[in-house]
């Protein structure tokens, strides 16, 4: 496996935090600790426009498939709702007080899941924009959503330590998933929705058995938390993002770690916390503190 850079993205005068695909192909948001939020080209790795300012740090960015909608979460807890068609925010989403750390959409129910530092998540419908319900996951923050490939039930991670598993039928709890030492930061469910892998500011990601919410493995991944973990669209492969400012691709079948970007291993990349990753095809994008967008291009 090799990986080269093929473009660094620069103009955010902050911390970038988080980064979404649009639903339009060659298209990519960014968030931080800026005034506003930026599109970019991926087809020529290029600035296209400030879409809108904002009055809070972007901690979260949605773009829901099947709506013109961009979803903003900052840290006022408001959501921002951006119209593409209108070109314009059409609505403020106003229910939590604290942070917003995650946005998830559930395509077949065309709920919106909006996790917060209050220790609650809010649900609200996709086509009205309105909140049809919301409850407690935790007595603090809840960092991070994953919904299972089937849509049957949803992970929250928490400040906690914990992995809170619901159903995503009656948003009933399932499980409660006990391992990590510290705040979780990241969870996703694997392509084939086998495994759950979480990843937390103990370092650790761990691997769990989604027919038993079993931990079958844990891998001491990085020196200093793990802000995020995505699989690959197509190939056995994940990514994962960290504080210690190195991304890790390990194989989603062996859990063998297979190419570690870092300064450390001779890469031009990210002199301080990675705090997002998108894949777009095999070209893996990474925003980082140190206010840059990197892409590489990963040769399997």
């Known amino acids: 496996m090799t990986a080269e850079k093929i473009a660094e993205l620069t103009g955010h005068g902050n911390p970038i935090f988080t980064l979404e695909l649009s639903q339009k192909p060659g298209i990519l948001f960014t968030g931080g600790n800026d005034k506003g939020l930026v599109e970019w080209s991926l087809k020529d790795n290029s600035f296209i426009k400030v879409i809108f300012p904002v009055q809070a740090s972007v901690y979260a960015i949605h773009c829901p498939a099947g709506y013109p909608l961009l979803f903003a979460g900052l840290r006022s807890g408001e959501v921002l709702v951006f119209d593409f068609i209108e070109q314009k925010i059409i609505k403020s989403l106003r229910h939590h007080i604290k942070p917003i750390f995650d946005i998830r959409s559930v395509n077949h129910k065309k709920e919106l899941l909006i996790a917060s530092e209050d220790g609650t998540v809010s649900v609200w419908n996709l086509d009205t924009l309105e909140i049809v319900h919301s409850f407690t996951v935790s007595a603090d923050t809840v960092r991070c959503i994953a919904i ?13 330590n914990q992995v809170k598993i619901y ?7 399932i499980k409660t998933l006990h391992g990590h030492t510290m705040s979780v930061f990241s969870l996703t ?14 370092a650790q990601v ?6 038993t919410y079993q931990l ?16 690959h669209p197509t190939q056995p492969y994940f990514a994962t993002a960290s504080m210690d400012k190195s991304i890790k691709i390990w194989g989603s079948d062996d859990f063998k770690l297979y190419k570690i ?4 291993k001779g890469y031009a990349s990210h ?11 095999d070209h893996l994008i990474s925003v980082s503190d140190d206010k840059s967008i990197m892409v590489w291009n990963i040769t399997i």
């Open 216 to 231: 079958i493995k844990n891998i001491p991944a990085h020196l200093f938390a793990v802000n995020h973990i995505l699989f």
């Open 261 to 264: 970007i870092s300064r450390e």
């Open 189 to 202: 469910y694997s392509i084939d929705g086998m495994h759950l892998i979480s990843g937390g500011r103990d």
């Open 206 to 211: 761990k691997i769990w058995d989604t027919a």
């Open 167 to 173: 159903d995503l039928e009656d948003y009933a709890l």
């Open 271 to 281: 002199p301080l916390s990675v705090n997002k990753l998108a894949w777009n095809g």
């Open 148 to 160: 299972s490939p089937d849509e049957k039930r949803v992970a929250f991670g928490c400040r906690d």
